[in-house]
């Protein structure tokens, strides 16, 4: 009798749908591996808390509800939630400290269409203002903030933003606020986003802000390349980033380096540094490959970019800023790039315009410096590089080395236009502009790319496992 009244208090007491990976003594219905930074000590399937994968129900309170009970495990070894195969229907939903989201490779989240389904958030302080209107913004589709160790993964699950409704809205002028982005993650710390396909965002995929240690690893995005403002990975203010490993076809740039947006980018002071790109295939036949800025005016440096391959894009890699921008691009390496079918390999823009407000600093003059391209190779070619600093704050330490070009059969008359900008050019194929001369065969590798590892690359993954019992 004590034995069995014992037994019945440990089910009284036991949380309810959990159970820790390390137990073996009940029957497993669920056991997989995966690689993460971080492995978690408890376990549970969204279905444990009344999620139904049918693609009609919503399932936000299911989501929710899940991620506020499992973090009470955040201090004990930390949780991981399994999205089964299914549809699973939800707007918005917040996420925990010590934490993974695991989609299974048939689940598929497909955001709400529902605008009641996405509370409205204050605007990025270094913003000032949403990006589509004054004022607030909707919540990311998986949104967190104030996190340490967080984790979104999966066997190539799949997140569907259905953002053709939000696009239409969009294009007509009927947004109030702007549009959610898939994935956001806010002032937080070891944050890895891997193994799975975003598509259809309603605008960006994955934005982390004001955060650091951060990871995006074997993502695909796919969105029409029509459609407006769908970037794929954009670190904004971000310090100790690895992007690699990702195929992204948008209707924006690929991958967009950003740190706020005039004077409330300047005052808000916030840099991205220390980012790695390594490994990325993008088509964006509009836009650019890797863009930094516009919203740059936190600054942007030590950017290293690697192994880039870029197919039917607008521009290789692109910086985008203005007069009252204010910050800084500076440090940026970028070697071993593949383009084929672009309208330009290179171009830097000192008069994109698109302001916050009018408020903005006339005198506040950003710095573009020490840019260096080298060992690119390129096919079907518009036009070279269009390179346009400003009058009064040229764009400095411009290297360009060992970088062939073929045109494409119907090229522009002036391969380079080159204003404003100083710098050199070793091994390039069109000749550069006289602002780029040509330091002879013999300086074909002065074009630098650090040698040293950034802090990120010492994360490791390792093997993790998830065990839901009977």
């Not at 506020?68 to 195969?85: A, C, E, I, R």
């Not at 996190?147 to 809205?169: E, H, M």
């Not at 380096?257 to 790695?276: C, F, H, N, R």
């Not at 823009?349 to 600093?361: C, F, I, K, L």
Request: aromatic residues 8%.
């Amino acid at each position: 009798m004590d034995t069995l009244l014992l037994l019945l208090l440990v089910l009284m007491v036991a949380p309810p749908c959990l159970n820790m990976v390390e137990s073996r003594k009940a029957p497993i219905s669920d056991y997989f591996e995966y690689s993460a930074v971080n492995c978690r000590a408890y376990s549970a399937s969204l279905t444990d808390f009344g999620g139904v994968g049918d693609g009609t129900t919503l399932n936000t309170k299911a989501f929710q509800s899940a991620i506020d009970h499992m973090s009470q495990f955040s201090s004990t070894g930390g949780s991981q939630l399994f999205v089964p195969p299914g549809r699973w229907l939800t707007g918005s939903f917040n996420l925990t400290s010590h934490f993974t989201l695991f989609l299974h490779q048939d689940a598929v989240i497909l955001a709400s269409q529902d605008e009641s389904d996405w509370p409205l958030i204050d605007p990025l302080p270094s913003y000032g203002r949403g990006r589509d209107a004054q004022g607030g913004r909707y919540s990311s589709l998986i949104f967190g903030t104030n996190l340490t160790d967080v984790i979104i993964t999966g066997d190539n699950g799949t997140i569907d933003g259905q953002g053709d409704v939000w696009w239409k809205k969009f294009h007509k002028g009927d947004l109030s606020y702007t549009r959610p982005y898939l994935i956001e993650i806010m002032y937080s710390e070891n944050v890895q986003i891997s193994h799975l396909t975003l598509v259809n965002s309603p605008s960006w995929n994955v934005h982390p802000v004001y955060s650091s240690n951060i990871v995006v690893q074997g993502i695909t995005i796919l969105a029409p390349v029509n459609s407006p403002n769908t970037d794929g990975i954009n670190p904004d203010s971000c310090t100790n980033t690895r992007i690699e490993d990702c195929y992204i076809v948008s209707g924006d740039d690929c991958v967009a380096v950003k740190s706020g947006w005039d004077e409330y980018g300047i005052a808000y002071g916030m840099p991205t540094k220390q980012l790695a790109i390594r490994r990325l295939t993008c088509i964006s036949p509009t836009s650019a490959v890797i863009a930094l800025g516009s919203e740059m005016s936190g600054g942007i440096e030590d950017v290293r970019a690697e192994d880039i391959v870029a197919i039917n894009s607008e521009s290789g890699v692109r910086i985008k800023t203005a007069v009252g921008r204010g910050g800084y691009v500076k440090d940026i390496y970028v070697r071993r790039m593949t383009m084929n079918t672009m309208r330009w390999a290179f171009w830097m823009t000192g008069n994109y315009g698109s302001h916050a407000d009018n408020n903005y600093d006339p005198n506040a003059l950003p710095l573009i410096q020490n840019i260096n391209y080298r060992d690119m190779v390129a096919q079907n070619v518009t036009m070279a590089a269009r390179l346009e600093g400003i009058s009064n704050a040229p764009f400095t330490g411009i290297c360009i080395s060992n970088v062939t070009i073929q045109l494409s059969k119907k090229p522009y008359k002036v391969q380079w236009n080159c204003t404003n900008v100083a710098g050199i050019s070793s091994g390039v194929t069109p000749e550069p502009c006289m602002l780029l001369p040509d330091q002879g065969p013999e300086k074909i590798g002065v074009c630098t790319f650090p040698e040293d590892g950034l802090p990120i690359d010492d994360v490791k993954f390792q093997t993790c496992t998830y065990a839901r019992h009977l």
